[in-house]
């Protein structure tokens, strides 16, 4: 995938040649979800992908994040075909690459503000003082200084996808994916999420793919894109 480099022949963060992924459908029939969809995210773009509800857009980001394998077609992170690592590898270069925001923010319920977002970092194999000083400071950048031991059920709905959003960045990712980031928030929690969120962006120099339904927090990005009948348009 040598075409989607930059001028400087960087990799880009996240990119897909003629992906498709099709299912099993209702009486054994072939659901085509995804068809010859080409995508490529610049180093610190934003692009959001609107369009209908199934039409795929969930499916797409599990298939750049090496959560999902695509029926055809290829996915490359950071310059790496994941078509060609095994599970092992992938599951090490989606924790140091990928970052994830999904709708819930699937916080671990046991542990506080801080042990969420340095869990990545200790799975990564950091030692827990550098992984617990990256997180502190990532709970700073998203106002969450005072909140550090609080476990997510001493938390708000708005502070939970905080949380969630430094865990998504604790260890430097080349890309984070967002998946209706907001869609269980309030209207102003949401506002206040969608701002920070393209704060980091441009603070730490991550490239952000957003699926959403949400027209304000589409309008903020860089690149606008719809995904209908499979493939992704220009909105």
Partial sequence: MSDASDAAGVAPPVAARRLARSFSGPGGGELRVLRDL????????????????????????HLLGALDRPTAGQVEVGGANLAVLDDDRIAALRNRSIGFVFQFHHLLREFTAVENVMMPALIAGDGAPAARARAEDLLRQVGLA???GHKPAELSGG????VAVARALVNEP????????????????????????????ERCGVAL???THNLDLASKADRLLTLEDGSLVDA
């Fill in 209 to 211: 793919v957003v699926a």
């Fill in 159 to 162: 502070e939970q996808q905080r």
């Fill in 38 to 61: 080409d995508f490529v995210a610049a180093p610190a773009e934003a692009v959001a992908i609107v369009g209908a509800s199934g039409a795929g857009k969930s499916t797409l980001l």
């Fill in 146 to 148: 005072g909140r550090v």
């Fill in 174 to 201: 080349l890309v984070v994916l967002a998946d209706e980031p907001t869609g269980n928030l309030d209207a102003r929690s949401s506002q206040a999420v969608h701002e920070l969120m393209f704060e980091l962006k």
